[in-house]
C-alpha cells in the first residue's frame, strides 16, 4: 500500500519568515496530494491541494508543489504569521491503495511572534 | 451552520463500558468516515460508508460497529471499551466517494478510557 513520509515533525521559525514542509510517497500511480491544517481542538481543514498532472499550484501565501519522478510533494507558507500556527498533514491517494488517502504523520509548526 | 457535528466532544469512560459517538453532516455528501488520531496525532481510516453502503473496513476490531441510519448519520459504537481505544475519534465526508474528493472533517471525540 501507499506510504506518506513527513518532515520535520516539528518546524519553528519567527513570523515573517517562510515556512517549507516535505512529504514523500512511494506509490508512484498516486495521483491526488492535500493539504490539511489542525488547529488546537478542531478536525483537520483542507487548506490547498493538488493533483498529478500539475506542477505547482499557488493561493496567496501558501504554494504546494508536487516532483512525481522523485515522488515528493511540499507546502510552502510565505510571510508567516501566528495564525499559522498548527498541526499540517500532508496526504496521498492512489488507487493501488483502494483510492484512500493515506496521510503523513503531521508537522507542528510554530511561528513566533 | 457546521457543516459536519459530531457528539459528544469528550468523553471519559472505564474499561469494559460501551459506548456511542454520534456523526451528522449537512452538506449532503454522499461518503462519510470514522477516523482515529493517536496521542502521536497519526491520522489512520477507520471505516468508510458510501450511501449507507460500507465500503472500507480497515484492521479494526470487531468491538467498534459502525452504523448509517441515513446518508447524513454515521455513528460509531464501541462495546467492551480498553485502555488503547483512548484517542480522539473524527468524523468526516466527502463528496463522492474517492481519495481525490476533498474531506471534511468534523471536530473531534476524545475518548479517555481509564
Known amino acids: 500500500g501507499e506510504n506518506v513520509e513527513q518532515h520535520p515533525s516539528t518546524l519553528s521559525v519567527q513570523e515573517g519568515d517562510s515556512a517549507v514542509i516535505k512529504c514523500t510517497y512511494s506509490?508512484?500511480?498516486?495521483?491526488?496530494f492535500p493539504w490539511y491544517k489542525q488547529e488546537l481542538g478542531k478536525g483537520p481543514q483542507l487548506i490547498i491541494d493538488i493533483r498529478s498532472n500539475v506542477g505547482e499550484k499557488k493561493d496567496q501565501r501558501i504554494a504546494v508543489t508536487l516532483n512525481k519522478t522523485a515522488k515528493h510533494f511540499s507546502l510552502h507558507i510565505t510571510e508567516t504569521q501566528p495564525e499559522d500556527s498548527a498541526v499540517y498533514f500532508c496526504a496521498a491517494s492512489s488507487y493501488n491503495a483502494g483510492n484512500m488517502l493515506t496521510f503523513g504523520g503531521g508537522t507542528r509548526l510554530m511561528v513566533k511572534p | 451552520d457546521t457543516a459536519v457535528s459530531q457528539t459528544p466532544k469528550y468523553l471519559v469512560t472505564q474499561m469494559g463500558n460501551d459506548k456511542s459517538i454520534k456523526c451528522e453532516q449537512n452538506l449532503g455528501h454522499d461518503t462519510m468516515y470514522w477516523y482515529k488520531q493517536d496521542s502521536k496525532k497519526f491520522l489512520k481510516i477507520m471505516f468508510s460508508y458510501n450511501n449507507k453502503e460500507l465500503i472500507i473496513n480497515e484492521t479494526v476490531p470487531n468491538r467498534f460497529s459502525p452504523k448509517s441510519p441515513d446518508k447524513a448519520h454515521l455513528n460509531l459504537h464501541i462495546n467492551s471499551l480498553e485502555l488503547g481505544d483512548s484517542a480522539v475519534y473524527f468524523c468526516?465526508?466527502?463528496?463522492?466517494?474517492?481519495?481525490?474528493?476533498?474531506?471534511?472533517f468534523g471536530n473531534g471525540t476524545r475518548l479517555t478510557v481509564t
Open positions: 506509490d508512484s500511480a498516486s495521483n491526488y
Open positions: 468526516a465526508s466527502s463528496q463522492g466517494y474517492g481519495g481525490d474528493s476533498p474531506l471534511h
